[in-house]
């Protein structure tokens, strides 16, 4: 059994500054790549940014030089949101790729954390 949960969604000013966390908890063995997503409403849930174990990342082209993706060794990944605009208003998913202690693999993804940028 394994749990992600996502926290650090909420309302903020354009220009504003937010920070995501997502924990995981559960039979975990190993974790190897850790991302975010997004899902604005109305439009498909697209790639924001991800990281993997080996510390390389990557970014959509719209969060590039605002948004940084970080993990520590306990489980946890991070989304730093700066400069925040409307557009980035959509429900944030964390998703990882997990071999839980019974050597099973799949990804897993948490219930979503609600981000609203106002201008």
């Known amino acids: 059994q394994v749990q992600l949960v996502e926290s650090g969604g909420g309302l903020v000013q354009a220009g504003g500054s937010l920070r995501l966390s997502c924990v995981a908890s559960?039979?975990?063995?190993?974790?190897?790549?850790m991302g975010w997503y997004r899902q604005a409403p109305g439009k498909q849930r697209e790639l924001v940014a991800d990281?993997?174990?080996?510390?390389?990342s990557n970014y959509a082209d719209s969060v590039k030089g605002r948004f940084t993706i970080s993990r520590d060794n306990g489980g946890t990944v991070y989304l730093q949101m700066n400069s925040l605009k409307p557009e980035d208003t959509g429900v944030y998913y964390c998703?990882?790729?997990?071999?839980?202690?019974?050597?099973?693999?799949?990804?897993?993804w948490g219930k979503g954390t609600l981000v609203t940028v106002s201008s």
């Open positions: 998703s990882m790729g997990v071999t839980t202690r019974d050597y099973f693999q799949m990804d897993y």
């Open positions: 559960g039979n975990i063995f190993s974790i190897n790549a």
């Open positions: 990281i993997h174990s080996g510390g390389n």
